[in-house]
Structure formats: structure tokens, C-alpha cells
């Protein structure tokens, strides 16, 4: 059963939830395009705290959503963390393979069929972990872990291939920050459950 903490803390964001969405929407937010951060939960301030985590404001902007904020433990939170993960990294694939079908030069190409590969790589390793946070977070841990050097040596390949495509670096940076996050979240677990692996 989850301590008292978490379900007060749950119970409050619910009530509060759910006497706003009750308000007219007009008396909450002006009719203008603001959109109000949504506080986050002790878990993810924990986690985007961690010392793994590379861009705190990232971190707390992605698992901003009102699922994330509502989870409550570590390996739920860590499955959302795999699975915005997986989705970043399908979404920068897709930009890889928009890219490569425009550009001719044979050096380019293969940076960015290296970089196909490792966002293939990244996606099946997000996707495989999201199963072992429960059975087991040491190899969940390593296998986050690895996804980094596939993203650096993508990165490496585009340099030297002299590929200027800021949506690819910008795809590139996003994916470290979540590698960031799933390793400390991952490493978390290891700590919460050390007698069990």
C-alpha cells in the first residue's frame, strides 16, 4: 500500500483537478494561447533533481503531462519516462529518414544511416526496458545506459560528415536528456530494491 504521503498528495491533485475543471474555462485563463505549468509531483521533482539528470528544466517540462504527475511510484514513472523516450526517438528517426531521402552526397548518407541505426537501437532499448523495470532495474539500467554512446557516435558521424541539420541536434540533445532521466530513474530503483536482484 502506498504511504500516506503519496495518497494525500494524489487525493489533493485529484480534488484540485477536479474542482477546476468544474469552473468555466473563461474564469481561469483569459481567452489568450497561455498555457499554466502544471505542478509537478514529489517523484519527479526527485528525479529531475537527480544527479544523472543533465537539464533539470527539460525534465520537469517533459513530465509535466497530469498521468506523470499522478504516478505513484518509481516504476510507474520510470515506464512513462521509457515510453516518452521511445516516442522522441521514433519522432527523430522520422526526421532522419525525411532528411536522408533530400540529401545526395555519399558521406552524408552514411552519417545518417548511422544515426538511423542508433535511433533504431534507442527505440527496441526504451521499449525492452519499460519490461525489465519491474524484473529487474540493474539490466534496465545498463541497457538505458548504452543507448548514449549509439546518440554520441551519431553525433560524431554528422559532424564529421558536415551535416548542418539543427533539427537532427536538437533530436540528438532531447534524446541524451531522456537517456539522462531513464538512467536515474533506473538507478533509483537499483537503490529502492537492493536486496531483490
Known amino acids: ?5 503519496q495518497l494525500c498528495l494524489v487525493l489533493v491533485i485529484f480534488l484540485s ?5 468544474s469552473l468555466p474555462t473563461s474564469a481561469i485563463i483569459p481567452k489568450a494561447n497561455v498555457s499554466l505549468p502544471l505542478p509537478s509531483s514529489q517523484l519527479v521533482e526527485n528525479l529531475c533533481n537527480g544527479k544523472a539528470v543533465e537539464n533539470r528544466r ?5 513530465l509535466s503531462s ?11 514513472l520510470g515506464t512513462l519516462i521509457m515510453k516518452l523516450g521511445a516516442a522522441n526517438a521514433k519522432a527523430t528517426l522520422n526526421v532522419y529518414n ?42 534496465a539500467n ?4 548504452v543507448i548514449g554512446p549509439e546518440i554520441a ?20 540533445r532531447f534524446m541524451k536528456y ?8 533506473t538507478s533509483t530503483l537499483e537503490l529502492e530494491n537492493p536486496n531483490e536482484y
Not at 483537478?17 to 475543471?21: E, P
Not at 544511416?113 to 535511433?119: I, K, P, T, W
Not at 557516435?153 to 540528438?172: D, S, T
Open 178 to 185: 531522456y537517456v539522462s532521466m531513464g538512467y536515474e530513474i
Open 153 to 172: 557516435n551519431c553525433e560524431k558521424e554528422l559532424i564529421n560528415a558536415k551535416v548542418q541539420a539543427p533539427r537532427l541536434l536538437a533530436g540528438n
Open 1 to 5: 500500500m502506498a504511504p500516506p504521503n
Open 98 to 139: 525525411e532528411i536522408i531521402k533530400k540529401l545526395g552526397s555519399p558521406q552524408a548518407l552514411k552519417a545518417l544511416n548511422c544515426c538511423v541505426e542508433a535511433y533504431k537501437y534507442a527505440i527496441l532499448s526504451f521499449e525492452m526496458v519499460s519490461s525489465e523495470l519491474v524484473e529487474d532495474p540493474q539490466t
Open 142 to 145: 545498463y541497457d538505458v545506459a
Open 17 to 21: 483537478i477536479f474542482s477546476l475543471s
Open 58 to 62: 527539460f525534465c520537469l517540462k517533459a
Open 66 to 76: 497530469p498521468k506523470i504527475i499522478a504516478a505513484m511510484d518509481t516504476t510507474q
